[in-house]
């Protein structure tokens, strides 16, 4: 008696769940701020249906079993394909919100239609879901397990159309791997909204922090760092729908302006090359390019105590420079002195190690292993 007592509580148990299970619901907007309802907290929804099919298996143990074997199996087959409702609806929902505001967007016109039936159905399921939320009431329906997996088969495809998409546009410009599958479509999406683009340079180019447009935002005239460093281009950058295109011309363009600028930067001296008119990159190593082409002369020809001198001069002009200008102007300079004296110092530590070894060769290993820099 108190085994049939105990089976009968368990089922009761079951039933109390079934009644009582509710979808829980929150506000979602797609891309066109349409409201829409999702379910969440799936994992706990899950975790009760499953210790429910734990009770009723249980249950098949018991020699009082028998008597309550055709109720059982019903629940049984109820929660079994209640599982697979859940477990199919959830992967939709969790592939819809990725995939929805990419397609709403208008992204792989080829594949639009497909979406399309599989949005509309979507939205109908939660639309029933919304206007009766319990849970046992997604069991039962004709044909309804197929038609989600076929729903989900076609949002697997629609999947991966888009990665294929996105991998091509990755092989056209491989800076592309650095970002992420969603901000890549944001920049695809809006390859020519100047907000958008200052949002995602920085992602692709360490160096560029933000880039100057023309009035009409049209063309990229110059890149710009944190610091507020500001370098102009040679030919200014059309900014146009095929962003991969113009992305690579940017590339292109930002080596050009680096390399004229330290082409130009190398025909001075130390003494005479304006800090404000160098990024500090080029700055730095137009120093190390005059650095080694000096020391290799002095070794040469015997009057590395001359280069050393010249190092102290130049290190104390650049410690007592004047730093004046808007307060970003004078910020860059200062980052420029500060990368520049500490060039100098390690310059003259260099320099003073050579006399010290008395070294007048250019093949000796103490001057072979020194960092050293040529223009080609």
Not at 65 to 74: G, R, S, V
Not at 201 to 216: C, M, N, Q, T, W
Request: aromatic fraction near 8%; hydrophobic fraction near 40%; glycine fraction near 4%.
């Amino acid at each position: 008696a108190q085994g049939e007592i105990t089976i009968r509580e368990a089922l009761h148990e079951v039933d109390l769940w079934g009644a009582a299970a509710m979808f829980s619901l929150s506000d979602y907007s797609d891309c066109k701020q349409n409201s829409i309802n999702l379910i969440k907290e799936w994992k706990e929804l899950l975790s009760k249906l499953g210790d429910q099919q734990t009770l009723l298996s249980s249950l098949k143990d018991s020699p009082f079993f028998p008597p309550f074997a055709d109720k059982a199996m019903l629940w049984e087959k109820k929660l079994t394909e209640l599982a697979q409702v859940l477990d199919l609806l959830k992967d939709i929902q969790r592939r819809w919100v990725y995939l929805e505001p990419i397609f709403g967007r208008g992204a792989l016109p080829k594949e639009q239609g497909r979406f399309r039936n599989v949005d509309a159905d979507f939205r109908a399921i939660m639309e029933d879901v919304a206007k009766d939320q319990r849970v046992v009431q997604m069991s039962g329906r004709q044909g309804f397990v197929g038609k989600l997996e076929q729903m989900l088969d076609q949002l697997t495809r629609c999947q991966k159309s888009l990665n294929a998409f996105l991998e091509q546009k990755r092989a056209l410009f491989p800076r592309f791997y650095f970002i992420g599958d969603d901000d890549l479509l944001e920049i695809l999406g809006q390859a020519t909204t100047p907000t958008v683009i200052q949002t995602h340079l920085k992602k692709l180019f360490a160096g560029i922090h933000r880039v100057g447009f023309s009035e009409d935002n049209k063309l990229i005239q110059d890149m710009r760092s944190q610091n507020g460093e500001v370098v102009p281009l040679l030919e200014p950058v059309g900014v146009t729908d095929s962003v991969e295109d113009w992305l690579a011309k940017l590339s292109v363009a930002m080596k050009a302006a680096l390399t004229a600028s330290l082409q130009d930067a190398v025909q001075y001296s130390s003494s005479n090359r304006d800090f404000t008119k160098y990024p500090s990159q080029v700055l730095c190593l137009a120093e190390q390019v005059t650095f080694t082409k000096r020391v290799e002369q002095a070794i040469s020809e015997g009057s590395l105590p001359l280069v050393q001198d010249e190092l102290q001069r130049e290190l104390s002009e650049l410690t007592s420079a004047d730093i004046d200008g808007t307060h970003t102007e004078a910020n860059v300079l200062r980052l420029k002195l500060k990368a520049l004296i500490l060039d100098v110092i390690h310059m003259i530590e260099v320099v003073d190690l050579l006399l010290e070894r008395k070294v007048n060769d250019l093949s000796d290993w103490l001057w072979q292993k020194q960092l050293r820099y040529y223009m080609s």
